[in-house]
């Protein structure tokens, strides 16, 4: 067998869902790192998180037990820098609305972080910071609609916390949005491909992996850099959410946890003919019938194998169906529900928590 991880030169980790939870380390997912770092792979970590430097990443990471070098963090907030480091001349105005990393990393690019739009700055750059006021956001207004640049770092709506979702960045960006009536100029972080491209660039890798838990972000910005993806089971994804998922948001292999790396074959796809795996799918009213025994993961591979290929079928099939086109393309594969036959498919799709129709 060809372990998955043999076939790529570099992995791009998320961070939230896939290494740690909160404060938390998923469990096993530090052995797995160590263990990958002594296969001599390359690791980085992609954050969509703009509110920390990359050395309070890795100051996190090892207090965790896995030690990292700030040169393995990307966050959205260097990409973001960077890009304004690019486009404007040096020494540049730039009103900062943010942590003070982000203010931090604008001026390692040479820009000088302001905080008024009456200094004319050349370009907002906003990103998630606990310490936003009011104030800064219609200083944001005031610059954008003098003719400043606008850059998000990223527009996740919500930031996980021990008291649920709180708003994060997008929910602030789109306070600016409203007020003005347009979007920024350019948004950096996934499902943007921005930061896989920072990260495969700075590692020189020919073949990058992306290891994600949200199908929205990691899984689709891996389609937009054109790169591999696997998505783990450890976070915000569930197994029923891959039944639906449009095809920029499915994955190229599954796996539990990190463990994945090492004991999926890398012949396994997300996608592979059911024979294979001892499950049998068949297409019934509404949803998929699984009938068979073997491991679950492989019932929710053959799942998706059933369930994705229908809906090509059924863009061939439905083409008539005018207007349906867009919502297609963002949309399901019409799969509602999954019958089981038997009691090894009723356990199996218990353990991967699809609900039974
Ligand atoms: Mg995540």
Known sequence: MSRLIDGYDLVILDLDG?????????????????R???????????????SRLASEVTALLAGLGLPAHPDEVVTSAQVAAQLLGDRLPSGAPVLVVGADALRKEVAAVGLTPVD??????????????PALRWS??????????????????????TLPSPRGPLPGNGAL????????????????????????????????????LVVGDRLDT??????????????????????????TAPPAQRPSYLATNLAGLFTVDGRARATVPAEQTGWRVRRVAGGLELSGAGAPLDGLRALCTAAWAEEAGAEEAGAEEAGREDGAAGGGTGVKAVRPVGPEAEAALRELRITVG
């Open 116 to 129: 008024s739009a009456d200094v004319k700055p050349l370009a907002v750059i906003q990103g998630y910071g």
């Open 136 to 157: 800064h956001l219609a200083e944001a207004c005031v610059a954008v609609r003098a003719g400043a640049y606008w850059v998000a770092t990223n527009t996740d709506r």
């Open 18 to 34: 896939v290494v740690y939870l909160g404060s938390e380390p998923v469990p096993g997912a530090v052995e797995e790192l160590n």
């Open 218 to 243: 990691d899984i689709q910005g891996a389609h937009a850099a054109g790169m591999d993806s696997l998505l783990v089971l450890t976070g915000v994804a569930q197994p029923a959410d891959l039944l």
């Open 36 to 50: 990958l770092r002594r296969t001599g792979h390359q690791i980085r970590f992609a954050t969509n998180n703009a």
């Open 173 to 208: 960006v789109a306070v600016v949005a409203t007020a003005l009536g347009r979007g920024p100029d350019v948004v950096v972080g996934k499902p943007q491909p921005a930061l896989f491209q920072r990260a495969a660039q700075q590692a020189a890798a020919r073949a990058p």
